[in-house]
Structure formats: C-alpha cells, structure tokens
C-alpha cells in the first residue's frame, strides 16, 4: 500500500471542488532547495495553466539542499496556515565530522580548518548533555536570514561581513545514535529557529574539534511522523491523493463551531462574543467551523463577561460558500 493510501483514509479529493487546497509532506531529494520543490509542486498542480491561474503554493520550513526528508508544502488556502509547521518543534538525524569545518558548515562549502583532537565517547555524551534546554544559538553566516533586506548567504557568498544575532532556541532531546571519529550521528528534537548546522558546529566546537555537517534529514515537523512523506514519484502517481485536507494539517488547534450568523459576522472580519465549551484560559487559537465549512482561525480572548472571538485568518472559500448560500436563498 502506498504512503499516500495511508493519508488519504479513503478520501479522494476532487480538486476542483477543493481548490487544490491541503498539504503535501515530501520527502525532499538530496541537492534541491526548498524553492526547487516548491516551484515541483506548482508544476505538478497546475498542470499546462498560465502563471496566473497557478495556484497558490508554500512551504512550512526551509530545508538546505544537503538535507532531505520532511518538507511541509502547502496548497491554496494551506499556505494561510504555514506558521502551524514554521512554529513548530521539528525533530532530525544528522551526521557530522569533527575533524574538519567548512565556511557554510556543510560539505557544501571550502574547508577552513582541521582538527586532530579525538574526544572520547564519554566526552561527547557530556557535551551532548550539555547541550539540552534552553539556550541562545548564532545562526550560520551562510543562511536566508535578512539583513536589512539581503539573504545572509548572498551577503557573505560576495565577501560582505555577516553578523547575525544569537536566536532564543531549545533542544529537547539529543540522542547519540553512532560515534566512530570523527563520525558523530545523532537524532535531534528541538524547537522552531534551530539550524542543525550550527548545532553541530557548537558541539564540535566545546569538545576543540570541528562539526561539518555531512548528512541531515527531517523525520518530522510538528510531530508529523516519517510515514507520512512520500517520494515525488509517489506524489506524482497519485497526486490527489497525496493532498492531506488542511482540517488534518490543523488537527492540534481547537476547534469552535458557530451558528450561522455568527459564521456571517466572523466571515466579515467581526468580533463576537461567545459562550463556549471548550477549554480555554486568558487565549487561545481556535479553527472556526460552521457545520462542515471551515471559516478560517480565530482568537478567542477573555472579556469582561464573556469570550470574545477576534478573526484571524478568513478562508475567501468560506466567504464564496456563504455568498452563495445567501444568494440561493434570496433568489428562492
């Protein structure tokens, strides 16, 4: 059975009747960049359109081209929930040498150093352990970080010197999978903002050695599980099938349903006072629903009697679907 069997649960989507919209988990080839895969899946969805009937299509979460593994792409109206896979935890194998470094910290960049030191086993553990928690981590120069509108990479690829902020980030779990020096692999669970390669470079770097990243590989995004990506071959055996429907990409946000003319206020951007069942503090984010449409993501903040629902995101098909519902009934 195919991986996309899996997703689909039975669900074919018409795409026509959905708009294309949903999320495809790729297995991202080695060698591509996120952009390559993107514009793949804009092929592939858009087949023989003009540039601008193409849909719209994103990705929740850069991956360089030495990597490969989980790549989020989102489809039409997925791209309004792209922060759900950019803000989540991501968890990762990744294999790095530390007799040498790079300039970009990956093979993909000229060797600047080399190191003879050789940690023990129990060295690298303590470091490993060291490294768990909260912390602050300078991003690598050779990144798509912005610098007064310029790509770092772009900048230090024309000579210019980089200087990048230290970022607030946090491991949550650093396993040791193999050590044989100056190969260390490790899977890795950490939060959004973590670069693996920088990582690798500060391990290196507490134990006198290097940290080149030679192999790295996304297993998951947002616990996400590896079962579900598929290789483009698959995706494009069967590509509606490969579309998982954007109500399972927002499976871990809480669902409010409304009445109908709650549904008509959200969708024009209005405030609504709510008396809800659902377990909420001081906020909360919540995907909106009437009946079986989605209307888009709200924030549901405490007011002085009651919750207010404040809209986020509105889907534009919510809008169409109640226009038209509207228009129906008033020509009945």
Known sequence: ???????????????????????????????????????????????????????????????????????????????????????????????????????????????????????TVEDLQQVLKSMLGSQQQVPPIYSAIKIDGKRAHAMARCGETVQLDARDIEIYELLLNDYSYPMVSLRVRCSKGTYIRALARDIGEKLSCGGCVTELRRTSTGGWPEAVMLSLDEIKAAPNLAVVPIRQWLRDVVELPVDAEAAKRFLHGQRIQCDISVPVDSECEVQVYCGDVLLGLGLLKRGVRRMVLHPERILPSAQSHFHAVAKGCSNG
């Not at 689909?8 to 495809?24: F, L, N, R, Y």
């Not at 996120?34 to 009937?53: D, I």
Request: proline share 4%; hydrophobic share 40%; glycine share 10%.
């Open 1 to 119: 059975m195919m991986q996309a069997d899996m997703l689909s649960s039975g669900h074919d989507i018409d795409m026509k009747k959905e708009g294309c919209s949903g999320v495809v988990f790729l297995d991202k080839p080695l060698g591509w960049s996120s952009r390559q895969a993107v514009n793949e899946m804009v092929r592939l969805y858009s087949p023989g359109m003009r540039k601008s009937e193409r849909i719209k299509v994103g990705h929740a979460g850069t991956l360089d081209p030495l990597a490969t593994g989980m790549l989020p792409i989102l489809l039409g109206e997925a791209t309004r929930f792209a922060s759900l896979g950019l803000n989540a935890e991501k968890s990762y194998q990744v294999t790095f040498d530390l007799s040498m470094q790079s300039d970009t910290l990956d093979l993909e960049g000229e060797e600047v150093a080399r190191f003879e030191h050789q940690p």
